[in-house]
């Protein structure tokens, strides 16, 4: 049960989002291949697959060893692109791709936590570029994302330094709780897959949003609240609802100390299917 008002006598409390199918309903990142087909970073076969790849997340998600498979082609796939380039065409497209995807249940519950005096933290195995305008999008104050190894010419080397996914997720919400004085006992956390059982179960209040099967069954035997967001809605017409001045978007992995200084991009994965060109 969400409580309405922070009680401000106690330590400070924060509600923990997972982004893609919790927030939004679909990948973050692979929502802009065809921005970055256009922009000339991938090419049309490596654009259709990622299409294909969205197709099967949306339709099922995809268990551990998929998503480590699927970690490994993008971050290859996206050697050499050069970081500003990324930058510049999330910051371009993003109101187009992503405020139409935006749930309309979870903006009213990230509007609910903020009036109720809570933080909201956007904890993503997406990258920071895509995450981190997001996350500012929907007011958050805090941004945890994936992030990736930034050469001397400023492109990506293919390498992961920080990847942000089940349980380093639970240990960047434990690591930023002691940095800022969450009691995560009065914390509020949203996720869609079981990969994220960690995250939510380090916090006293987790809860399974439009969950896969996995996650169902574990939020069915734990008796963990189980909600269904359905309805997107374009995020500009949430903005008022959502004013709430953003501090900027901090990563967990800077705040902490943990993970590096280098931006990244950030990928989701698939079914063994996804091989297939």
């Known amino acids: 049960m969400l409580d309405l008002v922070e009680n401000h006598s106690l330590p400070r409390t924060a509600a923990f989002f997972d982004l893609d199918k919790t927030v939004i309903a679909k990948s973050s990142t692979l929502t802009f291949s065809k921005s970055f087909y256009q922009g000339g970073l991938i090419n049309r076969r490596a654009a259709l697959r990622t299409a294909y790849i969205q197709f099967v997340f949306l339709a099922g998600g995809a268990d551990h060893d998929q998503m480590e498979r699927m970690r490994k082609y993008l971050s290859s796939m996206c050697r050499g692109w050069n970081v500003q380039q990324v930058k510049e065409i999330v910051a371009e497209t993003l109101h187009d791709l992503i405020d139409p995807i935006i749930y309309d249940e979870a903006a009213s519950l990230i509007e609910q936590h903020h009036k109720a005096g809570?933080?909201?933290?956007?904890?993503?195995?997406?990258?920071?570029?895509?995450?981190?305008?997001?996350?500012?999008?929907?007011g958050a104050d805090r941004v945890v994302a994936t992030r990736m190894v930034v050469g001397e010419d400023g492109?990506?080397?293919?390498?992961?330094?920080?990847?942000?996914?089940?349980p380093t997720k639970a240990e960047a919400?434990?690591?930023?709780?002691?940095s800022e004085g969450y009691d995560l006992s009065r914390c509020y956390a949203y996720s869609d897959s079981a990969t994220d059982v960690p995250m939510l179960e380090s916090v006293g209040h987790p809860h399974a949003v439009n969950p896969d099967r996995a996650l169902r069954r574990e939020a069915v035997a734990r008796s963990w609240p189980i909600l269904n967001?359905?309805?997107?809605?374009?995020l500009k017409q949430r903005l008022p609802a959502l004013s709430v001045p953003p501090r900027p978007a901090l990563v967990a992995a800077a705040a902490i100390g943990a993970a590096a200084a280098t931006a990244g991009l950030v990928w989701y994965a698939s079914r063994r299917r996804a091989t297939v060109a």
Do not use: M, N, Q
């Open 155 to 166: 492109c990506f080397t293919g390498e992961v330094e920080y990847y942000a996914y089940g």
């Open 118 to 138: 809570r933080d909201v933290v956007i904890v993503s195995t997406s990258g920071a570029e895509v995450v981190e305008p997001i996350g500012e999008l929907l």
């Open 173 to 178: 919400i434990k690591e930023l709780a002691a």
């Open 229 to 234: 967001f359905h309805r997107p809605v374009r």
